[in-house]
C-alpha cells in the first residue's frame, strides 16, 4: 500500500531553491507530526525537519534558517521550502511521521542533487 509519495527534487546549483511534496494517504497524515528525512550516499538518515499537526515545527541545525517546513492537513499534504542549497543538502529526500510515532511504509524518496 503507498502511502507517502514524495516528489519535487531535481538538480539545482549552490544557492538554488527547490520545493518538495509529500502526498500521504491514510488517517495517520492528520493525527501525526510529520518530518522530512533525508539520506546522502554512505551517510545516516538525518531528520531535516518536523511539523506537528497545529503546526509547530523544528529544524535540523544544519538548514536551519534556509529550509521551511509546511503542511496542508486538509489536502493531507506536506512541503519543504529549501533555499540557499549547497551541495551537502544532497540526497534522497523523504517524508514520514515523527520518530517517537513509529514510521509507516516509506515511500520511494525523491532526489535532490546540488551540484555546480
Known amino acids: 500500500q503507498v502511502q507517502l509519495v514524495e516528489s519535487g527534487g531535481g538538480l539545482v546549483q549552490p544557492g538554488g531553491s527547490l520545493r518538495l511534496s509529500c502526498a500521504a494517504s491514510?488517517?495517520?497524515?492528520?493525527?501525526?507530526?510529520m518530518g522530512w528525512y533525508r539520506q546522502a550516499p554512505g551517510k545516516e538518515r538525518e531528520l531535516v525537519a518536523d511539523?506537528?499537526?497545529?503546526?509547530?515545527?523544528n529544524y535540523a541545525d544544519s538548514v536551519k534558517g534556509r529550509f521551511t517546513i509546511s503542511r496542508d492537513n486538509a489536502k493531507n499534504t506536506m512541503y519543504l521550502q529549501m533555499n540557499s542549497l549547497k551541495p551537502e543538502d544532497t540526497a534522497v529526500y523523504y517524508c514520514?511521521?515523527?520518530?517517537?510515532?513509529?514510521?509507516?511504509?516509506w515511500g520511494q524518496g525523491t532526489q535532490v542533487t546540488v551540484s555546480s
Open positions: 511539523i506537528a499537526v497545529r503546526g509547530n515545527t
Open positions: 514520514n511521521r515523527a520518530p517517537s510515532l513509529g514510521w509507516v511504509s
Open positions: 491514510g488517517s495517520f497524515f492528520s493525527i501525526s507530526t
